[in-house]
């Protein structure tokens, strides 16, 4: 198990080194049980217990290591939520003592939790992270979203392929034997944003400002590209799905927003009525005044 010996915990490594050098293989593998087993002396007297029922060693302290685990991860998660000042403090030294057995399978799932609730990750951590395809993908989103945040290249591949499926969908949706136009816009504005595509963007994104901008930046480059106009609705649905999350950090910073959520309840009651008419008015007098940015 790589990384155990740099917690001076004896490893594979040194228990190869010991059968080789030593008199006794039995009693090297005995002294090796006996030094590096479950040391609890309540335990000890049911372990010849477990062997007479033909369990085995590994099965035992697998799934005393399985409930360990477990524990812990909730634990961390407790640590994470609560009110304690200090508690990110906690949560980077446990990182420190423990990153190094991240490559340890039955291990990594506490390592794993104590990156997903840290805000802030060192980079030396995300390089590792990034440098290795199988940490990578077993990385939470909250841990991806640190480096995706500085890898617009990397977040490009990421939301490509859910572009490409949105827009394969709504044509699908649109044009197929199956479905007619009409009933294409019979789904509510609340119906459409809670697609599998929109939804996994909005849970990509988060409360990211950055990752937002740079998903708005290639449907931009799409649509200019495409001249696609569900690139277009792909934009106002992310918009109002974090809406609906109340992604404050997000939303008050937009300067679509107010438009977008206003001709969303124009489209979700069927109805225009006087004062909703005279916002509408209002933002397209304001793009007349030069502010097209307002077009998103």
Not at 121 to 150: F, G, H, N
Not at 162 to 167: D, E, G, P, V
Not at 179 to 194: C, G, I
């Amino acid at each position: 198990m790589a990384g155990l010996e740099e917690l001076g915990i004896p490893g594979g490594e040194f228990l190869r080194e010991s059968l080789t050098n030593c008199a006794d293989p039995l009693a090297a593998i005995e002294e090796f049980q006996t030094d590096n087993g479950i040391l609890l002396p309540s335990l000890r007297p049911a372990l010849p217990f477990v062997d007479l029922h033909d369990i085995k060693r590994l099965d035992f302290h697998s799934s005393v290591l399985e409930e360990l685990r477990e524990r812990l991860v909730q634990q961390i998660s407790n640590v994470a939520s609560g009110e304690d000042e200090g508690r990110y403090k906690k949560l980077e030294s446990l990182l420190e003592k423990s990153f190094p057995v991240i490559k340890v399978k039955s291990l990594r799932p506490v390592v794993m939790a104590i990156l997903k609730h840290l805000p802030q990750i060192k980079d030396e951590y995300l390089e590792k992270i990034l440098d290795d395809k199988e940490l990578y993908a077993e990385a939470a989103t909250e841990v991806k979203r640190q480096i995706w945040s500085d890898n617009q290249a990397l977040f490009g591949d990421e939301v490509s392929p859910l572009l490409s499926q949105y827009i394969k969908e709504k044509e699908n949706s649109l044009f197929s034997h199956e479905n007619s136009a009409q009933t294409f816009y019979l789904a509510s504005p609340k119906v459409r944003r809670q697609s599998e595509v929109v939804q996994r963007l909005a849970d990509m994104v988060g409360k990211n400002v950055k990752l937002y901008d740079m998903v708005l930046q290639f449907l931009r480059t799409l649509f200019l590209r495409t001249r696609n106009m569900h690139y277009c609705t792909l934009r106002a649905e992310l918009l109002m799905a974090l809406h609906d999350q109340e992604v404050n950090d997000i939303c008050s910073i937009d300067p679509c927003h107010k438009f977008t959520w206003c001709v969303d309840a124009c489209i979700r009651d069927k109805f225009i009525d006087s004062k909703r008419s005279r916002e509408l008015q209002g933002f397209l007098d304001g793009i007349r005044r030069g502010q097209e940015f307002v077009l998103g």
